[in-house]
């Protein structure tokens, strides 16, 4: 149904992009992780920031370009419908901008299926596109829902921002429900439909990218990383980070600059 042509990752200041001649163009799902880039399609211009995600459909006519001074970092799934009779509702327009609550989850997503197309993991093509097409369907699924209501929204984001806080503790349901006065069943339930993840995977999420950061950026040992950002079994924090990234903690300490 999905055929995934190539996924790349992008973290550029100057780039430019055009779609191939005569309409032999294949569809493409980009996510920005960072900054900012402007693409046209079709005498659209469509800006996106952090965030936000951009489907383009099979042989559509676009170019892309950075905008001067900004640093943006973005992954670009390309991909080929093979089922015609295949129907995925976002891809009835030419391009459509998303901007979706459950982005961190498919950014996470994407970035594993990045790691494991770039390491040429074994069947890396028919895991990648089984994650895409879960994308597809968990994007067209929140479209056809239109979208939560505006306070339960605004819910999910203060919880996601309660982590974001909180993140080295143990956050739970039942603390959450206090903190936006729901139940606590009430609480995950709303928080899943939102983000896609449950609680704990948005803790873990918080956890490995902070982690990701330090493992680069800092001296600090694997096992200090991981007390700092909340685990104390350093075999647990490995586990959960190799899973959730698809990489290693010492894969990224290797990326470490030099120090004099």
């Known amino acids: 149904m999905i055929k995934l ?7 550029l200041a100057e780039w430019y992009e055009e779609s191939g001649p005569g309409g032999n163009t294949a569809a ?6 960072y900054g900012r880039c402007l693409y046209w399609i079709e005498n659209d211009k469509i800006m996106l920031e952090k965030g936000d995600l951009l489907l383009i459909r099979e042989g559509v006519t676009y170019y892309g370009k950075s905008i001067p001074t900004f640093l943006h970092n973005k992954y670009v799934a390309s991909f080929h419908l093979t089922d015609t009779g295949h129907e995925l509702p976002l891809l009835s327009k030419p391009w459509i901008k998303i901007r979706s609550g459950m982005a961190e989850f498919l950014l996470e997503r994407t970035r594993k299926c990045y ?3 770039k390491e040429n993991e074994p069947y890396a093509a028919i895991r990648g596109q089984a994650i895409l097409l879960e994308m597809l ?3 067209s699924r929140e479209a056809d829902q239109a979208a ?9 984001e203060r919880m996601k921002q309660y982590i974001r806080d909180h993140y080295r503790e143990k956050v739970t349901k039942d603390e959450l429900s206090e903190f936006i006065s729901k139940s606590p069943n009430y609480t995950a339930a709303l928080f899943k439909k939102v983000t896609g993840q449950t609680i704990s995977e948005y803790v873990h999420s918080v956890r490995v990218k902070k982690a990701v950061y330090m493992l680069m950026d800092s001296l600090l040992t694997i096992a200090e990383i991981a007390e700092f950002v909340g685990y104390e079994d350093v075999s647990y924090f490995q586990r959960i980070f190799k899973k959730t990234t698809g990489r290693t903690p010492s894969s990224y300490m290797k990326e470490r600059p030099p120090r004099n």
Do not use: Q, Y
């Not at 493409?28 to 992780?33: E, G, N, P, R, Y």
């Not at 939560?148 to 999910?156: L, Q, R």
């Open 137 to 139: 369907a968990l994007l």
């Open 148 to 156: 939560v209501s505006s306070e339960t929204g605004k819910h999910a």
């Open 115 to 117: 790691s494991d197309w």
């Open 28 to 33: 493409s799902l980009i996510m920005l992780s």
């Open 5 to 11: 042509t190539n996924i790349r990752h992008d973290r």
